[in-house]
């Protein structure tokens, strides 16, 4: 339901959360604008997603990011490498021409491995991430549970994972799954992510201003379809979804979860456009550039 509050200390939550967000993109996604900093904030954490096209065009998309004052955070997917040579080839180019210090290091939805690595573990210890200057690593979260791997797997891995990264130095993150219930968000940070590695920063994945169609597939093959369906279930929500969905009523959930915590839970929001790039983007930087003063509308009202 969406909330009716426009108490300046809802307005600080939301602002945090949005201060830093990052957005996912496509390859593709990189090479339709002149200029990215017309429409994203210089400074933008970029995760560039691994298609199924080459290397090369992640590497590309990763170069303009970084030369448009972006910083690019491309995907290492465990298990679509196929040899040590791959990975290694790939994440020298990331360095040479893209300068890249973040990158999501993920499992790969592929049912076998491609190559050497089963894992994102197994990535990790190589070496060949910090052996190529990268300093921050994030791994995905998901709070709604994993479709193919069990809870306590997850636990484990995440532990062994944080484990190796403060032996080496590498900072971690975690970045949620998109998401539209908040509350197994809530319980998901205090029973998993508290307990397995507690002070680590999360960025909460939204979707973005996707078509509903879009993403009522993606959340089926992500298995978010039980959050996804509890949109149907709120009154003055049925129009939304014969035509696109918007976040803003997840972000003033989440927002207003974090203001009655009392504490910073979150680090940031992470979006997913799901072929809403732009349009996301722009929505984005207009929520970024709004700071309440006074005689004018709370962040709360503008969304």
């Known amino acids: 339901m969406r909330l009716s509050v426009t108490r300046s200390d809802l307005d600080e939550a939301i602002g945090a959360l949005v201060g830093n967000f990052s957005i996912e993109a496509l390859p593709k996604d990189t090479q339709k604008f002149d200029d990215l900093r017309d429409h994203l904030p210089v400074g933008t954490r970029v995760y560039v997603a691994y298609t199924s096209g080459s290397t090369a065009e992640i590497v590309d998309a990763a170069e303009k990011l970084r030369h448009q004052g972006m910083e690019p955070v491309p995907h290492i997917p465990a298990r679509r490498f196929a040899s040590h040579d791959e990975l290694k080839g790939f994440l020298g180019k990331l360095a040479a021409r893209a300068a890249v210090k973040q990158v999501l290091l993920v499992g790969g939805d592929v049912a076998r491995p491609e190559g050497p690595y089963a894992a994102s573990l197994d990535v990790l210890r190589t070496g060949m991430l910090e052996g190529h200057g990268i300093e921050a690593i994030g791994l995905a979260g998901h709070p709604e549970g994993h479709p193919g791997v069990a809870r306590e797997a997850l636990r484990n891995a995440l532990i062994d994972k944080c484990e190796y990264a403060a032996k080496v130095g590498l900072d971690v993150s975690l970045v949620t799954q998109f998401l539209f219930d908040t509350d197994k968000l809530f319980a998901w940070h205090a029973d998993f992510v508290e307990n397995a590695a507690p002070g680590i920063a999360v960025d909460v994945g939204l979707p973005g201003l996707a078509k509903m169609t879009t993403l009522m597939r993606f959340a089926k093959d992500c298995g978010v379809g039980a959050s996804f369906g509890m ?70 009202e503008a969304l």
């Open 231 to 300: 949109l149907t279930r709120h009154a003055g929500r049925a129009f939304k979804l014969a035509t696109s969905f918007s976040p803003e009523d997840t972000l003033l959930e989440l927002a207003d979860g974090v203001r009655k915590s009392g504490r910073p839970i979150f680090r940031s929001v992470h979006f997913y456009p799901f072929g809403s790039f732009e349009k996301t983007a722009e929505w984005l930087r207009g929520l970024q550039s709004q700071r309440p003063a006074r005689g004018q509308p709370h962040l709360a």
